[in-house]
């Protein structure tokens, strides 16, 4: 869970943890559908300075983390990622809520 956030928060991921139907809710207003869209709308997130995850958890199919992420001019952002996986082993991400 701790790596899938760090993902979502840095821009940073590989294509192979999520699914290729995988679908995120961002906020009220905008979801992203589809892998290529979901790396698409990754690639515009600017690398924050710090990142800090205060709990990762995971049952079965599903997980959350929530932290906080301080960008370069020092602005603090809390997140929580609520995420649901193809299987109970965590392998593919085929849902991501994410609150803000």
């Known amino acids: 869970m701790?790596?899938?956030a760090i993902a979502l928060e840095t821009g940073v991921a590989s294509a192979g943890i999520f699914d290729p139907e995988v679908t995120?809710?961002?906020s009220s207003t905008e979801t992203v559908e589809g892998q290529a869209a979901v790396l698409q709308a990754l690639s515009s997130?600017?690398?924050p300075m710090k990142i800090w995850v205060e709990h990762?958890?995971?049952h079965g199919k599903v997980g959350m983390a929530s932290?906080?992420?301080t960008l370069t001019?020092?602005?603090k952002r809390s997140f929580c990622h609520v995420f649901e996986f193809t299987n109970s082993r965590a392998s593919r991400v085929v849902s991501i809520k994410t609150h803000v």
């Open 2 to 4: 701790q790596d899938i």
């Open 24 to 26: 995120w809710i961002r």
């Open 45 to 47: 997130i600017r690398l």
């Open 56 to 58: 990762a958890i995971s």
């Open 67 to 69: 932290g906080e992420r």
């Open 73 to 75: 001019n020092g602005l």
